[in-house]
């Protein structure tokens, strides 16, 4: 099993190779040497440093959780950077190796909340940025046009050290004019820079009078983005562990297509259970695709802190893979899922 993995993580870096440029320019980069600039190699890029994507080890990466966020509210328990700092160091000994803050300020997250988080804790965090819903943009969105918006994240990503664009998403029933927007400047920003991307599917339940949300959102997703020169081995689809789907053809579809189907809202059974979740993961292993799929739990809930009492950020390592060694998912396919896909996943050649 363990040559399977070698071979992908060496066809993904030799793909990376022919397609990007290292950049030390523009601040995008620290100053390199000429001898390092010769040779452009895959880096993974967390809020203080970037690093290979070896340097993680063996641990688990989660790729789409909350660090720092407040959803419009005033005040939020990610307030208190020296609890969620003890929280994250604490995940260290559930087998966590990184964690992808999925945040940008429309949602409240803090860039410096999340540098005190990764220093005062030892924890790789990869920060993310974009735009979330039409519900939470910033009013003077609309007025933006999308060359306006490609530019601010272009400068916004080398400024503050994005990792990856996420979480964009949609609000339930149809895209509306202003996420068409913003998804194709994600996409064009991601050409410009090399930065992955991880969506937000609205899979995520039901409101009064909102229109039904189409079980194909997800494609049409990577349709917009692979439209504006985005290859699909950069995006996540994410919340489509939500989408009641035992069998995982939409899944199966995102993952031919050779994009990354994200399941991470793990552990959340209230939109639908870890049951029906591993059902969906043994078919997607089945069809042959375990090396496309992701797992995280879009930690956002304060019960769920260890100093509440809860299973802290490392539920999913400590919760739902026992649940998939259950259901006899092989250990080493399991941690190629949790370790090996991510790290792929966030590995980008950064460009000028």
Known sequence: MSSVVTSLTRRDALRLLGTGTAAAAAGCLPSASAEAQDIARPIIRTILKDITPDALGPGAVLFHEHLSARWGRPKHFTDDVALMADEVKASRSDGIACIVDAGHPDIGRSIDALKRIATDSGMPVVASGGYYTQRLYPPDLAGKSEDALVEELVQDAARQRFGAFGEIGQELGEMSADERKVFRAIGRAHVRTGLPIFTHSPYTGVRANAAPVPREAALRHLDLLESM?????????????????????????????????????????????????????????????????????????????KKRGGPGFGMTVTMFKPKLLAAGVPEAIVQRILSDNPGRFLSFVPKG
């Open 229 to 305: 020169g985005v290859a699909p081995a950069h995006v996540a689809l994410g919340h489509m562990c939500c989408l009641d789907d035992p069998k995982a053809l939409i899944a199966q579809q995102v993952a031919k297509r050779g994009a990354f189907v994200g399941f991470d809202r793990v552990t959340l059974e209230g939109i639908l259970p870890d049951t029906t979740r591993v059902t969906m993961v043994r078919s997607l292993m089945d069809a042959g695709y375990a090396d496309r799929l992701l797992l995280s739990s879009d930690f956002y809930r304060e019960e769920h802190l």
